[in-house]
């Protein structure tokens, strides 16, 4: 058994050794040998979404967490920003580069010096009661952000949310404030804060984007209003009116200022109507109300409810005489919710001016416009005069706007909104 066994592995070694490797048929190479220079490799695309899994082994630092990003939008009072512009080059040209390569160099290198320096450091607080002004919170912040970025200064802005406008909340912070050596204080805040910081703030600048001072008087100079003028909006619109007018309300303490200045500068208001939300019925409000033609009617509710008004009315064969909208309806979202036959004979109030395209553009990058949001536009004007303030005249103002007597002094004109755009009414 053991010689079998001896010979069969024998013969099983012989064999392998005796086996002869087939030639494998000629595969040409793709490198193309008659280019002098070896063409650049294309970058994988393992690594990109939607490719094949890298088999690349990746190290344990490098890992993704699975667990999903919890974003806080919550404002915290702490530092925003501190930001530190370009420093003033020159730019040095060597010998060997060419004219015109110097001329193709792009403009934007050549980035206009600060007006200061870390030893004149503007510091700007922002206050806000974030569950007050909700949005305002964020988008005024952004515009004091996107101002000091497209004037390139070197700036320390803090932002102190106070939550709501108790006067222990905002009292709290104003001390924070204090304590932190800030310039100036931009506040977003309602009547309710406004008499809060009045009462307890004497010394430090205080810009109020929120408010104009006829709501809010008080014999406190350090306090400068930027709000609209609603009631020289209502007087301007007033004159497009006839002898025979109406108003729409929401109920809000806005539309009740709205209004009372209606009654003050029109003789006779024969309709008013409150319009609480965009469901109501509107068929039976119009149907058959023929005292509407001919009418002059002011839209003080909001932008979607002041919409459906004015589809109504032609829907329900109504043809009043203008339709009359402040600021609150200056909005391109009234040329999507109505039909251009909707808003015959409308005119709109805007004090909203036209700002540097650049810093139009800055606002954008943060996810909102200066050019129809009169609060971003009012806190632009507020940060373009605190600044004018702190370098004593030498800033040049962007805005036009002056401020007497503490308050923004607005140029309003009406405006009405044709097929694409509003245009201003000569």
């Not at 699975?66 to 370009?86: G, K, N, R, Y």
């Not at 619109?237 to 929401?250: H, P």
């Not at 507020?382 to 303030?389: E, T, V």
Request: proline share 6%; hydrophobic share 35%; aromatic share 10%.
């Amino acid at each position: 058994m053991k010689i079998w066994l001896s010979l069969a592995i024998g013969l099983l070694l012989l064999t392998g050794c005796g086996t002869t490797n087939t030639a494998q048929p000629y595969k040409p190479s793709t490198f193309n040998v008659s280019s002098a220079k070896r063409s650049t490799p294309t970058k994988s695309t393992t690594r990109y979404p939607g490719s094949q899994p890298s088999t690349q082994t990746v190290k344990p630092s490098q890992s993704i967490p699975d667990e999903a990003v919890t974003i806080d939008t919550t404002i915290t009072s702490s530092t925003l920003a501190m930001a530190t512009p370009t420093p003033k080059s020159t730019l040095e040209t060597p010998s060997s580069i060419e004219a015109e390569s110097v001329a193709s160099t792009p403009s934007s290198a050549l980035t206009p010096p600060p007006l200061n320096d870390d030893n004149s450091m503007i510091k700007i607080a922002v206050l806000v009661p974030q569950r007050t002004i909700k949005k305002y919170a964020i988008t005024s912040v952004n515009s004091v952000i996107s101002y000091l970025l497209y004037k390139n200064y070197y700036f320390d802005l803090n932002v102190f949310n106070s939550g709501d406008e108790r006067a222990d909340s905002i009292i709290k912070e104003l001390d924070a404030i204090k304590a932190g050596g800030y310039h100036y204080i931009i506040a977003p805040v309602t009547q309710e804060g406004a008499a809060v910081i009045a009462s307890h703030e004497q010394h430090i600048p205080v810009f109020i984007p929120t408010l104009h001072h006829t709501s809010f008087p008080t014999t406190n100079t350090n306090i400068i209003f930027g709000g609209i003028d609603y009631d020289q909006q209502i007087a301007l619109l007033s004159e497009k009116a006839n002898t025979r007018v109406g108003t729409f309300e929401d109920g809000s303490s806005l539309s009740y200022q709205l209004n009372a200045s209606v009654k003050k500068h029109t003789a006779n208001v024969f309709y008013e109507k409150r319009v609480e939300n965009a469901k109501a019925n509107f068929k039976q409000m119009f149907k058959g109300n023929g005292s509407l033609n001919k009418a002059s009617l002011f839209l003080n509710t909001p932008i979607v409810t002041s919409s459906l008004i004015a589809s109504q009315l032609r829907a329900n064969s109504l043809n009043p005489y203008a339709l009359l909208s402040t600021q609150i309806n200056y909005n391109p979202l009234l040329l999507t919710l109505t039909q251009y036959e909707d808003r015959d004979h409308m005119y709109i109030a805007n004090s909203i001016q036209k700002a540097p395209a650049g810093l139009e553009e800055i606002n954008a990058m943060f996810g909102h416009d200066i050019v129809y949001d009169w609060v971003n536009y009012s806190t632009s004007i507020g940060i373009d005069y605190l600044c004018y303030d702190f370098f004593e005249g030498q800033a040049k103002r962007l805005f036009d706007e002056p401020i007497l007597q503490n308050q923004v002094v607005y140029n309003t004109s009406l405006y009405q909104p044709e097929r694409n755009q509003f245009i201003r009414v000569p």
